[in-house]
């Protein structure tokens, strides 16, 4: 067993994305550990696929790229090597998803991990990713 303590926050590398979820994004890179320090790629598999019937549900276009970018954010470049989905791209999709997901999961509220206020604005100074972006807004 590893008995190391855990790295301070910063990004340990940047490498293709294996997520089922991402497959299709035009971000293929992405780095962890991530904004809730996972950085074990089997546990985070796990908890995407809790949003599976969620995705299948098609409720948003979106949707897979902001699991993608919650769970495994984007690494467009060295310069850049941490960047999460815009919080406008977030609020259009829980405001289309949002009922669903409650259907779907038996009324459970929307998910911590993609409260849209964790994440940066559009407009602010901090880079963040829109679905449009092979580069980065």
Not at 14 to 28: K, P, R, V, W
Request: proline share 9%.
């Amino acid at each position: 067993p590893n008995h190391m303590a855990p790295a301070p926050l910063r990004y340990a590398y940047c490498e293709q994305n294996t997520f089922s979820a991402c497959a299709n994004l035009s971000l293929q890179i992405r780095t962890l550990p991530n904004m809730f320090l996972q950085s074990d790629e089997r546990i985070i598999q796990l908890e995407m696929n809790q949003y599976e019937a969620l995705l299948q549900s098609r409720c948003h276009d979106n949707l897979a790229f902001l699991l993608c970018g919650v769970f495994a954010p984007f690494c467009p470049n060295d310069q850049q090597p941490f960047v999460l989905p815009c919080r406008e791209t977030c609020e259009e999709v829980e405001m289309a998803c949002a009922e669903e997901f409650q259907r779907l999961y038996r009324g459970l509220p929307w998910p911590a991990k993609l409260q849209c206020h964790r994440y940066p604005s559009g407009s602010s100074q901090q880079a963040c990713a829109t679905p449009n972006d092979a580069a980065i807004a």
